[in-house]
């Protein structure tokens, strides 16, 4: 029976009724009544009091980033109190009208299904709901509001009373039977609704916010592991948070957009203890070594896609931040496992590449399931599917390891690739070195002889040049060898004006006249003198110049023997 006046009175409402009562007597708004239409499957009863108990991360993924990304939220706000025990979360998300917050309270009914059309009292991918709270909180406050709705409303779960009420029956060995009405009584009974008018600024938008209090006191141990994972941030980069701005972003947010369904990436901000807020998004890839590699994997026989791939496989090595090493399962916005899809099939048998395996670790990605028939079990820790699905299964593993070698193969052709650069850079410096220390020496002596061994030195160095030229075609190296030699053949020809010019007048007695020297003796002793002053004026004996003091040697010689010198007799004195 329903009170009249201004109450709603004792009795579970429908929530048809509700907004009709609202409508015709505004007084109501803001008090609080009772919605019945609870349903809970008995199967998912271990689940509220097991597993969701012992991982707090699951309940928080539950109840917050799950729901916000399945509401198309792109902003989301995490306040975390710890003073008072309270994480307040906050989306732009659709919102949802009083029918559907009631439905929040169904257990193991859920009709969400990734992949497929989203039905519209969707509730929760694993069936469970809010009561991913259950063991984590004393009180959950739900508020929110569709777009264009004039009504805010709000859900109010006594969690603790439950617990105690589930407690003081055990006590007196007469508990509750979890599977039976009983149970839809105490959560009806547990959780209040209220009705209110939205600000005129607040119509035209829809939002949600979810507020946890009593953590601290209702589960110390799992209050504390949730704290010290949001402060480290790691855990929210599983999920789908928008890319930093760097080179290939909006091309994998495209691709994404385009072939997964309700695909949207979110942008998180974070409040911890009233510090400045921060905003979180995912890490970028900064190197621009990078190959951006898409693919859908799809059943050879129908045709039938069960996951998109986006790759960055880097073409110089492996990613030195080990979180972003590997590829790993996505499904509804949500990490799957750790990053190593695929690992088990990097190595090839019939491959003798013994780095092969390493190679995995030049790619970085997301395999992001698209069929409802392949799902992650309640801890996302691995994939399942039911039984009649595991011929799917089987498929989708094939097609990771046909793709993986394919990538292993690529990266491996990069690795050559990346070989053969790198010892064409080495060559081009050696090259370079080379030619600097001629340059320096040509700077330094105007001697014809000097010249004659530089030229025939810088010779040897366009050769050098050449056989590089024709061994690479790396830009870079290719760019730089034909700009130094056009530079050596200028160099060249100056080194042969020199030796033109002092051809002609040039002897062994002219150069022990030029270098000041008195010397007696054969042309030996000669020869030996000449060459210590040369070391002297022009190398200062440092012996980087070995080489061109040898090809010098040789030209000294050949100007001993040059017809036409002036060695009248074996002894060279310097003139008066």
């Not at 979810?210 to 601290?216: K, N, P, S």
């Not at 993986?404 to 070195?433: H, Y």
Request: proline share 4%; charged share 25%; hydrophobic share 35%.
């Amino acid at each position: 029976m329903l009170s009249q006046g201004s109450s709603f009175g004792d009795a579970p409402l429908d929530s048809s009724v509700v907004k009709e009562m609202v409508a015709r007597d505004s007084s109501l708004l803001g008090k609080k009544f009772k919605l019945d239409g609870v349903i809970v499957g008995g199967d998912m009863i271990s689940k509220v009091s097991g597993e969701l108990e012992r991982d707090p991360f699951m309940a928080e993924r539950e109840l917050f980033m799950q729901n916000s990304i399945d509401a198309h939220a792109r902003n989301i706000s995490i306040s975390v109190n710890a003073s008072k025990g309270r994480i307040n979360h906050s989306d732009d998300g659709d919102g949802m009208e009083l029918k559907k917050l009631g439905a929040t309270r169904n257990l193991g009914v859920s009709a969400k299904v990734y992949g497929e059309e989203r039905q519209p009292d969707a509730v929760g991918f694993h069936k469970v709901g809010i009561f991913a709270g259950y063991w984590l909180a004393e009180k959950m406050i739900i508020t929110t509001k569709p777009k264009n709705d004039p009504y805010v409303y709000t859900a109010i779960f006594h969690f603790g009373r439950i617990r105690q009420i589930l407690r003081e029956a055990k006590s007196q060995r007469t508990p509750i039977n979890l599977d039976d009405i009983e149970f839809v009584k105490l959560v009806t009974e547990n959780t209040d609704f209220t009705v209110n008018a939205a600000e005129p600024d607040e119509v035209p938008r829809s939002f949600t916010r979810v507020a946890l209090e009593g953590i601290d006191t209702a589960n110390p141990v799992a209050w504390d592991k949730l704290i010290n994972a949001i402060e480290t941030r790691k855990h929210l980069q599983t999920y789908n948070l928008e890319f930093e701005p760097f080179k290939y972003a909006n091309d994998i947010g495209l691709f994404l957009s385009c072939n997964v369904p309700q695909c949207n990436s979110v942008r998180v901000k974070l409040d911890m203890n009233g510090n400045p807020s921060e905003t979180i998004v995912r890490k970028p890839v900064t190197d621009e070594n990078v190959v951006l590699v898409t693919r859908t994997l799809s059943h050879p026989g129908t045709n039938e896609p069960l996951a998109q791939v986006w790759i960055l496989r880097k073409r110089n090595g492996r990613y030195r931040d080990e979180d972003l090493q590997g590829l790993i399962y996505m499904c509804g916005g949500i990490a799957v496992g750790k990053r190593n899809v695929g690992f088990e099939y990097a190595s090839d048998p019939t491959q003798h590449d013994i780095k092969r395996r390493d190679y995995y670790y030049w790619l970085t990605g997301e395999v992001w399931l698209v069929t409802p028939k392949i799902k992650p079990n309640l801890p996302r820790t691995e994939l399942t599917c039911d039984p009649e699905n595991l011929a799917c299964m089987d498929v989708l593993n094939e097609q990771i390891k046909s793709f993986m070698k394919d990538l292993i193969d690529d990266v491996s052709t990069d690795r050559k690739s990346m070989t053969s650069q790198t010892e064409a850079v080495t060559r081009m410096n050696r090259i370079k070195g080379r030619w600097q220390r001629i340059t320096v020496i040509g700077n330094m002596t105007s001697n014809p002889n000097a010249a004659l061994a530089l030229r025939n030195q810088t010779d040897d160095e366009i050769k050098a040049l050449n056989e590089l030229l024709s061994d690479t075609g790396y830009a870079p190296v290719v760019e730089e060898a034909n700009a130094i030699l056009e530079e050596m053949k200028s160099e060249r020809r100056g080194f042969s004006k020199r030796i033109a010019a002092g051809a002609a007048r040039l002897s062994l007695a002219d150069t022990v006249e030029q270098l000041g020297l008195t010397t007696h003796g054969d042309e030996a002793t000669v020869y030996r003198e000449v060459e210590q002053r040369l070391r002297h004026t022009y190398i200062k004996d440092d012996a980087e110049y070995a080489r061109f003091l040898n090809l010098l040697h040789i030209d000294l010689l050949a100007a001993i023997h040059k017809p036409g010198s002036r060695r009248g007799c074996s002894t060279f004195r310097r003139p008066p």
